[in-house]
């Protein structure tokens, strides 16, 4: 079992900090070998003294649906304030640090661009600069492993929550790495230091790992849902749904105007190794076509080494544009920005899809970005 950086953190950083008052931006799911919280380790340790938690979207519990916005509220069992960074603000302000003698980050990401946790956990860093706070990022797996990237890199229009950063969908890296890499890119003067796993490698997927998978959000139930997320939530930004309300989030995909066998067998024409479509029919309890029946497929990975979760989304969304060119619509603009583009991180994808371009030249351009991204990101990488 490797071991992960709350772990790393008491028994090789604690005699340095006896004492100090702690502000830590957590949640539920991020737990140790033995299913504790870092919220109750911190909280409990006779030598530390917790004064605040922070907590990303989806709130302390986890439970909260995307975008529902978190209000602030005192630990039932702890007393201490959490600040929810996905409500009314975004960012710490000086107040809530005022005290504080350093900051802890601990949460379980999933290695994609637009699940969040990674811009609270920007926001925090640039908060500890400006208070001058220690700040220590307690490093986890990234769940998809870190050798491959994939998707386009975000372009300064495009700059929003689900995108903060310049970087591609599925960018390769742990956290810590991000974080050094968020410190160097924002120009950030903060004492950031990031307490490594041990045992982790690049090539590895979480059920790799030795540890149990916890959900670290509601539609993230299982390894299988992170695997196909970095491409499958593509479909937020359309009428099709990306199976919320279902017990396979982001596995099912479909809508009422669908027919799957003609879908699936046009899919499968194109070749894309590492995966196959499974005709499903589902009704969703709650997000589109809540209480209607949906007709579509599960997304099949039969070989997550060879499988792309990018490039099949988009292959997908160019299928469904061929055969359904008057059903198939991107949800509304808000402000005059698509989500589709600010999930995607570029408009390319939008206007390939609607005028018909070829999509394999579009993610071999994609392709390009992703590597050199790589490569100018590896001066980050703490694991071989």
């Known amino acids: ?119 609270a956990l920007g926001y925090m860093l640039e908060a500890a600069a400006e208070a001058g706070l220690p700040v220590f990022v307690l490093d986890r797996p990234n769940p998809v492993g870190g050798r491959l ?3 386009p890199v975000l372009t300064p229009e495009h700059v929003s929550y689900v995108g903060r950063y310049p970087i591609p969908i599925r960018y390769g890296m742990t956290i810590g790495e991000l974080s050094l890499w968020i410190a160097k890119q924002a120009q950030l003067s903060v004492c950031l230091i990031i307490v490594p796993m041990v045992g982790w ?20 139930p299982s390894l299988s849902t992170a695997i196909v997320y970095p491409g499958m939530t593509l479909f937020e930004g359309t009428n099709v749904t990306e199976g919320r309300g279902t017990t396979r989030p982001f ?30 029919s589902f009704v969703p309890t709650f997000s589109k076509y809540k209480d209607e029946v949906c007709r579509g497929a599960q997304v099949h990975v039969t070989d ?39 999930l995607c991180g570029t408009s390319e994808l939008r206007a390939a899809i609607d005028s018909g371009q070829d999509i394999t030249s579009l993610y071999e351009k994609w392709e390009g970005e992703a590597e050199a991204f790589r490569s100018a990101s590896s001066s980050n990488f703490l694991y071989s």
């Open 1 to 119: 079992m490797i071991r992960i950086g709350i772990e790393g953190f008491f028994e090789e950083y604690l005699d340095q900090f006896r004492g100090s008052k702690v502000g830590l931006l957590s949640h539920l799911p991020a737990v140790d070998s033995q299913f504790v919280t870092s919220i109750d380790l911190v909280a409990t340790h006779p030598d530390l003294q917790l004064k605040a938690l922070f907590t990303p979207e989806h709130g302390l519990y986890g439970v909260a649906q995307a975008g529902e916005q978190i209000v602030d509220e005192i630990h039932p069992r702890y007393k201490v304030p959490i600040f929810s960074l996905y409500g009314t603000r975004e960012k710490p302000t000086a107040k809530m640090l005022n005290g504080l003698d350093l900051l802890l980050i601990d949460f379980q990401d999933v290695g994609a661009r637009f699940y969040t946790y990674i811009s």
């Open 201 to 220: 490698q690049r090539s590895l997927w979480f059920d790799q790992t030795g540890r149990d998978w916890v959900p670290t959000s509601p539609n993230m």
């Open 251 to 280: 596995e099912y995909f479909g809508a009422p105007w669908i027919e799957p066998s003609v879908l699936i067998g046009r899919f499968h024409e194109k070749g894309l190794p590492g995966v196959r479509l499974r005709e499903v």
């Open 149 to 151: 990237v994939e998707g």
């Open 304 to 342: 997550r080494e060879q499988f792309r979760p990018v490039r099949t989304a988009v292959h997908l969304l160019e299928v469904i544009k061929e055969l359904y060119p008057d059903d198939l619509r991107w949800t509304d603009p808000v402000r005059g920005r698509h989500f589709i583009d600010l």
